[in-house]
């Protein structure tokens, strides 16, 4: 296939677009390279002939429709969004902007180009989004995909307004669809603004691990070469008009996650005193979600998808590509929000 992915020098995209050229399809990489962008990120693919990067902003309508024209895709893969919560709280605008005008003038651009070319059956415009649309669980229970909507953050709020254009663009327009949404990624390239990047920069510098609230929130944990390699797959064959969760299938609380993270690098480098010393606990941000977890029957019965990495193997391979790493973690350091506590204002 010949796949438009917007976002594709950011964290998820980026590994969308590395598996994608490794799988045999040809990507139109789409990303107008804000500051979580690193074009280090397709490194590995960017001399490839599959590989064409294109600089634009998904909010210029007129622009995707020229990419469009110009390129011709079999499928839109739309990933580009702001993503961190934090940085939502303290700039909502910006989400607003980006993850619902933005994906409206994505859909517009798909729509027309899709009708001029005579609405091809095997177009498909996949909207990828998160679990947090969903909003907060108790102690039980899993979100799926007929889970209703109850966002509690300026990021998932704008993430839950984009599921809705989505749909209703296929529901009015025809536009063939298909969307998912994921529980939290992580793996190698994220962004040291995310829990797990941050832990790591923090030890190994020996200073404080910082911990919101009691660290008793509950994530499940996706690693993010499963999720490209998930999310390729409903691009494929998934239903059109459907969406898919999918998740890690791994619960744990962000102080197990941290703690864990510290017995890794323990292991990988020692020093002086266990890295677990470090850990500090913070004053907890607004509106932070008790628990998600996802239930990823669906995709696994559907499409015979399940995640490959467990805990041990994931997190033991996150760590060691950024101790094996260090100079691309380094180049990030000067840009915004990097190391700074973000979000505490309410």
Same mark, same amino acid.
């Given at each position: ?76 893969? $739309? ?5 961190? !919560?934090?940085? /939502?709280?303290?700039?909502? %605008?910006? =989400? #607003? *902007? ?27 415009? $996949? ?5 947090? !649309?969903?909003? /907060?669980?108790?102690?039980? %229970?899993? =979100? #799926? *995909? ?44 994220? =962004?040291? *603004? ?153």
């Amino acid at each position: 296939m010949k796949i438009l992915v917007t976002g594709g020098m950011g964290f998820i995209g980026s590994a969308v677009v590395r598996q994608a050229i490794s799988s045999g399809h040809s990507v139109i990489n789409v990303d107008s390279l804000t500051y979580a962008a690193c074009t280090e990120n397709v490194a590995s693919v960017a001399e490839n002939p599959n590989h064409i990067f294109e600089k634009a902003d998904i909010c210029d309508g007129a622009k995707m429709l020229e990419l469009l024209e110009q390129h011709e895709p079999d499928a839109i893969m $739309h990933l580009a969004a702001e993503s961190h !919560v934090d940085r /939502s709280i303290d700039g909502p %605008g910006a =989400f #607003v *902007e980006t993850n619902i005008v933005g994906t409206y003038r994505l859909l517009e651009a798909a729509r027309h180009w899709w009708v001029s070319q005579g609405r091809p059956e095997g177009f498909r415009f $996949h909207h990828i989004s998160t679990d947090e !649309v969903f909003g /907060s669980l108790g102690t039980t %229970g899993f =979100f #799926v *995909e007929d889970s209703p909507y109850q966002p509690n953050s300026p990021y998932s709020a704008s993430k839950a307004g984009s599921d809705h254009l989505v749909r209703a663009w296929h529901e009015t327009y025809g536009l063939p669809i298909v969307m998912t949404n994921c529980s939290n990624n992580y793996g190698p390239y994220q =962004f040291p *603004e995310k829990l797990i990047p941050v832990v790591i920069l923090k030890a190994l510098a020996g200073e404080a691990i910082p911990i919101y609230g009691k660290g008793d929130n509950i994530r499940d944990w996706l690693h993010v070469e499963d999720h490209a390699e998930a999310l390729l797959l409903v691009l494929e064959k998934g239903e059109l008009g459907r969406s898919y969760n999918i998740g890690g299938e791994n619960e744990m609380t962000n102080l197990e996650l941290v703690e864990k993270l510290c017995g890794v690098l323990d292991r990988l480098r020692p020093a002086a005193n266990p890295y677990s010393d470090l850990i500090s606990f913070v004053k907890d941000r607004p509106g932070h979600d008790k628990r998600y977890a996802i239930d990823a029957t669906r995709v696994g019965k559907e499409l015979n998808w399940h995640p490959s990495h467990t805990p041990e193997t994931g997190l033991e391979q996150t760590v060691q590509w950024y101790l094996e790493n260090s100079d691309w973690l380094e180049n990030l350091k000067s840009r915004t929000g990097v190391g700074q506590r973000l979000g505490s204002s309410s």
